[in-house]
C-alpha cells in the first residue's frame, strides 16, 4: 500500500467503557473507526466485566485517571470528532462536560453522544442519579445524542406510546439544548418490518426507515451506529449524511454478521466496511405517504400527494448536459449536436412563456432531452420533454401534475440524505452536485468532491445519474471515473472563448473516460 495510504486519517475520539466481550463499548467504536478511514483514540471510562449473555461488573475507572487520558489525548492527537458512550457514574459526566467545554474553547469539535444506560441484557450500567448532570452539563456540549427508546424515556422522564408522543420527546430531549436527537428504532416497530430511527434536528422530524434483519447479533449496534456518525462528521459528512450512512453501516453490519456465531447470547454486530450497497440505506419519509400516519405525520403541513415513478429518458447516459439561460444559446448548442440540454432562466426579461415555448419547438425539432429548470407550470402548459427541480421546489410543486402529462423530472441532490430522498420519487435522472465550487452559484457548505461522488454513485449503477458543479475540461476524467453517465456545465461552455471547441473537448473527454473502482476511495 503507498504510503499517503496511512496520511490525514483523521483522529476520532470514543470516551466510552471497555467490553470484555469484544461485542460494544470502545471495542465496537475502534473497529468501526478504523473501518470508515479514521483513526481512533480512546479515554475508558470503565473496565466491563461481560460477555455476550451478562454484565458482571461495570468497574469505573477514577476521575484522575479518565482526565490523564483526556490531557494526554489534547496534546497530541487532536480530534476531528468525539463519540461519548458509557458515563458510569455523575463525577464522570460532570469530569467530562468540564474537558468538553474547555476543549470547545480551543477548538469546536463534533460531540455525538450516545447515552449508553441500559444494555440490551437489561443490565443498569450506571449508577443512579446521572440523569441531571447528564441533563444540565453534558447534553448542551452535544452536536448529536442518539438514545434508544429506553434512553429517550429516562431523559426525557416521560413514556413515550407510539409515534407522534416519540417525536414529542425527541423535541424534548433536543430543546434542553443539544444540537440534534437521534432515537434508534431498534427496540419498537412502528411497521412491521421496518426499523425506523427518528431525527429531530430542532426543525425537522425525518424517518430513516431500515428493513428489520432476523437474527440474534444485535450487539454493539448503538456503540456502532454513534461511532459510525462520528466518524462520518470527521470525514466531513454534514449532520444528516453522517446519520443516514451510519445507519447504512449497522444495517450492513446486521446483515453481513448474521450467519456468525459469537458467544451464546446476542453475538456482535459486524463490521463489514463502507456501505456502498443501496439495500442497507434507509428510506426517507416522505410527506403525503400512505403510511405517514404510522409515523405520526397526520396532520403534517404537508398537503401534497405522494407520487412516485417519472417518464424515463431514453438512456440512463445522458452525456453532456450544458445548462444554459437563454433560448439563443439552446439553438446554437442544438445545432453542435447536444442532445441533453436545459434552460435555466434565473433573470426572466420578457415574455418568459414565449421564450419556454421558443425553447420546447427548438426541442421537438432537434429531438432534445430537453428540461426547464424552475418553471414547472410553464413546461407542462408548453408539453416540454422535463423539468428540473431543486429540494426546495419539492415542497411546492404539483409532482402529480408533471407526472400526470407525462413530463420527465430531474431533481438536484447534495449529499447522500438528499439523494434517497429523491430517490424515492423515482425521477426521471437525479443531479449530484456541486461537485467543485463553482463561480456560477454560490454552493458553500454543499460541495461533495470527486470521492464522496462516487460514493453516491455507487449505490445507483444503473440509475440516469448527472454530476454538476465546477466541472471543466480539466476535471472530466475524475468525475466520469465515478460511473456517472452524464456531466452538466454552464461556464465550461457558455464562458468558453469557443464554445465549440469546448463542445467537442467535453465530448471526447467524456466518451473516452472510464468509471474506476478507486474513485470511491476506498480499497478494491
Ligand atoms: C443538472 C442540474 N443539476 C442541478 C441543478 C440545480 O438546480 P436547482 O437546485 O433547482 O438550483 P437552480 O439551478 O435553480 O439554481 C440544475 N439546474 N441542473
Ligand atoms: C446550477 C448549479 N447547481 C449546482 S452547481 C451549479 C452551477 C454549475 O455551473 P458551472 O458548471 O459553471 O460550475
Ligand atoms: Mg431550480
Request: aromatic share 6%; proline share 5%.
Amino acid at each position: 500500500m503507498p504510503e499517503e495510504a496511512f496520511t490525514n486519517k483523521p483522529i476520532v475520539w470514543s470516551i466510552a467503557g471497555s467490553d470484555s466481550g469484544g461485542g460494544a463499548g470502545i471495542q465496537a467504536d475502534l473497529l468501526t473507526f478504523a473501518d470508515l478511514g479514521c483513526h481512533g483514540c480512546t479515554a475508558i471510562t470503565a473496565n466491563t466485566a461481560q460477555n455476550t449473555c451478562a454484565v458482571d461488573s461495570i468497574n469505573a475507572v477514577s476521575i484522575d485517571v479518565l482526565q490523564a487520558q483526556l490531557q494526554a489525548l489534547q496534546t497530541d492527537l487532536f480530534p476531528a470528532a468525539i463519540k461519548v458512550g458509557l458515563l458510569a457514574n455523575a463525577r464522570q459526566v460532570l469530569a467530562v462536560a468540564e474537558f468538553l467545554r474547555a476543549l470547545r474553547q480551543v477548538k469546536p469539535v463534533p460531540v455525538i453522544y450516545d447515552p449508553v444506560a441500559v444494555a440490551s441484557s437489561g443490565a443498569g450500567l450506571t449508577e443512579e442519579g446521572i440523569a441531571a448532570p447528564v441533563l444540565e452539563q453534558l447534553l448542551p456540549l452535544c452536536d448529536l445524542v442518539t438514545p434508544n427508546r429506553y434512553e429517550l424515556e429516562w431523559l426525557s422522564q416521560t413514556a413515550p406510546a407510539g409515534a407522534a408522543a416519540l417525536i414529542g420527546a425527541a423535541r424534548q430531549l433536543q430543546s434542553r439544548g443539544c444540537g440534534a436527537v437521534l432515537v434508534t428504532g431498534g427496540h419498537t416497530q412502528l411497521r412491521p418490518g421496518e426499523i425506523a430511527d427518528l431525527l429531530w434536528d430542532g426543525d425537522k422530524a425525518d424517518w430513516l426507515i431500515g428493513r428489520a434483519v432476523p437474527g440474534n447479533n444485535t450487539h454493539g449496534t448503538g456503540c456502532t451506529l454513534s461511532s459510525a456518525i462520528a466518524a462520518c462528521r470527521a470525514l466531513g459528512y454534514p449532520l444528516r449524511d453522517a446519520c443516514v450512512l451510519g445507519k447504512a453501516y449497522v444495517q450492513r453490519g446486521l446483515r453481513l454478521a448474521n450467519s456468525d456465531r459469537i458467544g451464546a447470547g446476542a453475538g456482535p454486530v459486524g463490521h463489514c466496511g463502507w456501505p456502498l450497497e443501496l439495500r442497507d440505506f434507509p428510506e426517507v419519509l416522505l410527506p403525503g405517504e400512505d403510511r405517514s400516519a404510522a409515523y405520526g405525520l397526520v396532520g403534517d403541513v404537508s398537503t401534497q400527494t405522494f407520487v412516485q415513478g417519472f417518464a424515463m429518458p431514453d438512456s440512463t447516459e445522458l452525456g453532456l448536459y450544458p445548462v444554459v439561460d437563454s433560448v439563443d444559446w439552446l439553438q446554437r448548442l442544438a445545432e453542435q449536436g447536444v442532445r441533453t440540454l436545459q434552460l435555466r432562466i434565473k433573470h426572466p426579461g420578457g415574455d418568459l412563456r414565449a421564450q419556454v415555448a421558443r425553447a420546447v419547438d427548438i426541442g421537438k425539432r432537434h429531438q432534445l432531452r430537453l428540461f426547464i429548470n424552475d418553471y414547472w407550470q410553464l413546461a407542462i402548459e408548453c408539453g416540454a420533454y422535463g423539468v428540473h427541480l431543486g429540494q426546495g421546489d419539492l415542497k411546492t410543486a404539483d409532482l402529480a401534475a408533471i407526472q400526470a402529462a407525462g413530463l420527465r423530472l430531474g431533481i438536484s441532490t447534495h449529499g447522500f440524505y438528499e439523494l434517497l430522498l429523491a430517490y424515492r420519487y423515482r425521477p426521471s435522472y437525479l443531479a449530484l452536485g456541486a461537485v467543485y465550487a463553482t463561480g456560477t452559484k454560490d454552493m458553500s457548505g454543499q460541495l461533495q468532491g470527486p470521492q464522496k461522488l462516487a460514493r453516491m454513485v455507487a449505490l445507483l449503477p444503473d440509475y440516469p445519474l448527472v454530476a454538476i458543479g465546477g466541472i471543466n475540461l480539466q476535471r472530466v476524467a475524475e468525475v466520469a471515473a465515478s460511473g456517472v453517465g452524464s456531466i452538466a456545465v454552464v461556464s465550461a461552455i457558455t464562458g468558453a472563448e469557443d464554445y465549440v471547441q469546448a463542445v467537442a473537448d467535453l465530448r471526447t473527454a467524456l466518451e473516452g473516460a472510464v468509471p474506476a473502482a478507486s474513485a470511491t476511495g476506498l480499497p478494491c
